[in-house]
């Protein structure tokens, strides 16, 4: 980090990233004197994404159960959902404001570990699988929009065949829940290189995350927005618009279609860049934290495993050692992250970082302790 | 203990921001702490603490991000517990566990970072003079630099 | 310091009996909206409790910050 600060390189881009890492930080500080850090719920946004996931996941089941696929009876099973079935007005409620955490979450998550630099080098794979889960997320609000088939959903996207029909709606629901079951494929995708991956938020979060998606589900009830049922011949003009997922709609007021088709993919598609693109710093201004992929030293490698067990990102491997009985750490380094708790993992000294050995740490620790040093020699 | 106790701290690269802090690898305010940055908390080797106390060092210290906000996701709740592990070994070595600290700062927790350290040294220089952590087997007094110490890997 | 949070804890749980006669009354009188609301706030009130209590140190993980 100071070194950071000390060498700024003169690239916009770097600057703004530079001062967003700092105010990123800065509202770390805030919100560590309110809660205590292992309460922190920026450091938990993933872990809150995965617990608004849960929440649809199980209100989802409930929905599905009273939901009818067919042109005549989609709207009217809602209607039923809400105001018949006991608390089910309540449950549609927390899929819908669920739905919207969700997203909410998951744009903490994605702005977070974009500032903090999460995402360069090896952390690419769970940056490059978020910007698929994002899409999906996105995908899937769209779709839940369609199946409550009042006049916000005439959109006329899938519409399939000749015109609207019951097969319309079943297709629609399946593209509801198929995306929905392959978010936890993904989810695989973005948790493979993670050790011990943060999926659950602490306590006290998932107690007023749940509680305010419920609370929100019985002071603004879904009934308050009265939307007639679509007919196939209604033109709408002017929903109720939700801000998290049918944005897209809203530009369509201004733009062409094309234009705002354009503009998702060239989001998608600059957000997949994002990590090769451009830096923040280079790898000079680094220093420390750019030591080179750790090295294992084969002859000192006993196959204890403490450092498979250590590393944050899966990025040791232990293989059988050739001509011993024993096993063999390998580092791959296209995973490795140069940061270095291999090393204090391991008591063989097996492995080192290559461009700042053991030997240089004591070094510097003899020069601090040599009597009367008074200028000491930074690495 | 009459003199100032010399405390060398590991520190981590990412988290409190040295900058206005430290100078030529001392801090400012703090002369007698000497600052070894590291890529991250979960960089040091319990050896190297170890070592240092027996090369003559009062006090050791590790400095990583909060806890949870770690860079590489968990080097300072790995180092907290080899910290810890470094403790109970080193007490049975009748050393005194004040003499190794974990603290945890962020990039602007500058101030407070300074406020610990100087707690952290003012715990040690009430402390009786340190006995070798090691007492067999290997010199307990500083060695010049040089030695093969370094090369042994 | 500490009789402030637990003052605040007395507060929230005073709150939290609130809400809970409110999710019964809802039950009863068949108005689940303002039930499933009660269940929000009774758990919103919860968390607070929570927060409290780790603060003052009663609760949360063995080896607090150091």
Known sequence: MSTVVERQTPGRYARLMTTLLRETLRLDVWVNRLYPTDFNPLYYTGGLSNLFLFTLVLSGIFLFFYYDASLGEAFASVQYITDRVPYGGIVRGVHRYAADGFIVAILLH??????????????DNPWISGMFLLLFGGFIGFTGYQLV???????????????ISDGTLVRILFLHIGPATALYAFLWWHY?????PKIWPPGVWVLFCVGLVFLLAGVVPMTRETIPAAAPAAHPTSFPMDVFFLIPFWLLNFLPAGVVVLLLVALFVGGLAIPYASRRETPVEMGVRHSGVAQVIDGNCTGCELCYYDCPYN?????????????????????????????GACPFEALELPKF????????????????SGQAVRA | MTQVPKVIGFICDWSVDLKPLSDGGRLRELPNVRVVQVPCSGFVRPDWLEEALNRGADGVFVTGCPYGDCLNREGNFLMRDRIDQLQRRLQRRKVDTARIGMLAFGLHDGAAFLAEVKAFVDRIAVLPPAQPARTAGRPAVAQPAGTPEGERT | MRTVYTMGVA????LSLLFAVG???GEATDQWFLGGGSVGALLIAYSFIVLLLRKMGMTGPRKTER
């Open chain 3, 11 to 14: 507060l929230l749980s005073g």
């Open chain 3, 23 to 25: 999710i019964i009354y």
């Open chain 1, 315 to 343: 990025a040791i491997v232990m293989v059988p050692s050739p001509g011993h009985r024993s096993l063999l750490a390998v580092v791959i380094e296209s995973r490795c992250v140069e940061c270095g708790i291999c090393i």
């Open chain 1, 357 to 372: 050995l053991e030997r240089d740490v004591l070094r510097q620790v003899a020069e601090a302790l040599r009597p009367g």
């Open chain 1, 192 to 196: 493979v290189r993670l050790r011990h």
């Open chain 1, 149 to 163: 088939w009042d006049e916000r959903a005439l959109t006329r996207l899938f519409i399939g065949g000749l015109g």
């Open chain 1, 110 to 123: 994605l702005l977070r570990n974009w500032f903090t630099d999460r995402h360069l080098f090896a952390r």
